[in-house]
């Protein structure tokens, strides 16, 4: 069992800057496929970001290509997500998720197999 514990969600102005973090504990997701996920209200969770388990591949959703960046780093166990140029589209709870299966990272949700209870992001207007 892996549990997944995100935190760095607040509240920035339009334009700002917010970085998030993903803290993995219990079996470890050294070569597990990460990815973040957020839910607005009134919308289905949308995939944001993924990263493969060496970090060396990564994919965006076309709406945060340019702004966002996922890394992470196995040794410590964590994953991170620097979001840059903050729109108010981007208020949203953020979720980390992990995926056990090595490859290109997915953008669906039913690949990932583990899930933090997310974090709020609020950019004000």
């Known amino acids: 069992q892996v549990q997944l514990v995100e935190s760095g969600g607040g509240l920035v102005q339009a334009g700002g800057s917010l970085r998030l973090s993903c803290a993995a504990s219990?079996?470890?997701?050294?070569?597990?496929?990460m990815g973040w996920f957020r839910q607005a209200p009134g919308k289905e969770r949308e995939f944001v970001a993924a990263?493969?388990?060496?970090?060396?591949?990564?994919t965006y959703a076309d709406s945060v290509k340019g702004r966002f960046t996922i890394s992470r780093d196995n040794v410590k166990n964590m994953v991170y997500l620097q979001m840059n140029s903050l729109k108010p589209e981007d208020t949203a709870v953020y979720y980390c998720?992990?995926?056990?299966?090595?490859?290109?990272?997915?953008?669906?949700?039913?690949?990932?197999?583990?899930w933090g209870q997310g974090t709020q992001v609020t950019v004000s207007s």
């Open positions: 998720a992990a995926d056990r299966r090595d490859g290109f990272p997915p953008r669906d949700e039913g690949r990932y197999d583990y």
């Open positions: 990263i493969s388990w060496s970090g060396g591949s990564t």
């Open positions: 219990g079996r470890t997701f050294s070569r597990y496929v």
